[in-house]
Structure formats: C-alpha cells, structure tokens
C-alpha cells in the first residue's frame, strides 16, 4: 500500500476540465498513426504535453487577510498603479496592479489571490493581442470579478491571449473565497491582473517567477509575525 501511495503522489492530478482535449488529441494521434505511424508518436507526445498543460497540483497558501497571493504560475510581468476596466466598476482612479504572464507550459488553474465575496462577475469580447503587451488589459478579450474584502475591493481580471480562446470561471457572484481557491482557468496561455485598494504595498518585482496560491505578490503594510498554511 505504501509503494501505490509514494506512485500515486508522484504524479500531479489533472484538472476534469483537461479531459475532453486530452482524448481529443489522443484520438487524432490514433487517426493519424493508422495514415502514417511516425505522426501518431508526434501525435503522442502533444497529448502528453495537453496533460501536462491541465495539471493542477496541491499548493501551501499563507493564511492571512494581510497577504495577497499570486493567482497564476508565470512571469510577474508589471507591477505599477494603472486605472482598471471600467467593467470593473472600481472609480477611475490608478490602483496597484501586478500582473502576472502566463505561457503554454505554465499551471493554468487561476486561484484567489485573497480572501472574501464575489461582489460581481463581468466578461468582455475583445481581441487576442499577445496577453504580455500592456495594452491586453484593455483590448483582449477578458473575465473580470471583484471580491470584497476586509481592505476594500480587490480586483481579479482573467485575459485571453493570441493562443488562449477560452477563459473559464468556476466560481458566481455571491460565492464565498478563500485565499488559494481555484476559482478558473485559461486555455492555451495568457495572464492574470490584480488590482488592489490602497494600503496594499508590491512583493514582487517585474520579471520574478510566481506559483498561484503560494507567492505573496503584495501586503497591506503589516505581515503578521506568524502565519497559518492550507493545503489545496
């Protein structure tokens, strides 16, 4: 029983809403190996890589209404204060915002950055401009949601990229989050923007690797001296 459990806990899960494009690249590897046999061990190896793409590991998140996570694995791309989207609904004044880049080999499921109440949900059509350029937060197509919080209103926005086309959000407006939730994910690359209420101060510098649900990418000005760990 020990060895099937250490096998078991080697292999990271896979997120259920990977399975419809795994056995979707399988059966054309299938397809295409009975035309030609190379193109099915091509065919392969990409199913290979789409399950590697849904994986969905456990994460250690800090538990504390101070702290402010990453929600996505991937690049912190811009840390600086910038107006958010209208659909928003959070003023037109600049707030904090850490975005965080997330290419195809990443860990695409999205988790909460804080702890709080969905206030609302709102999706925009928009372009597919590669989600690294600044001007993806106000052009791509994107899924934005406010959760309010002990500090105010935080701002989450979920953009498509130029291969992303498919943005999926799990949780509604109402529902309950802890910090490390997930609470959706992003097909085939993009990035995540926070936005945040003032008092809360960067953790994070352009260019620094994050892990959603574990990197603090921000404070409210007072870390607590001890902190409490979740698994998820």
Known sequence: MDMIASI???FVPIHRAGYPFIA?????????GLLWEPLFWAGLVLTLWCAYFF???SRVTPVSDELVVSPADGRVSLVGHVVPPSELGLGDEPMLRVSVFMNVFNCHVNRAPVRGRIARIAYREGQFANAELDKASEVNERSSMVVETVHGEV???QIAGAVARRIVV???SGDPLEAGERFGLIRFGSRLDVYLPDGAHPRVSEGQMAIAGETV???FGQRP????????
């Open 8 to 10: 078991r806990n080697a």
């Open 24 to 32: 979707g690249f399988f059966v054309v590897s299938l397809i295409l």
């Open 55 to 57: 994986r969905d590991p």
């Open 155 to 157: 701002g989450v926005v």
């Open 170 to 172: 799990f949780s509604r």
């Open 217 to 219: 990418i921000a404070d």
């Open 225 to 232: 001296a001890s902190v409490l760990w979740r698994k998820d």
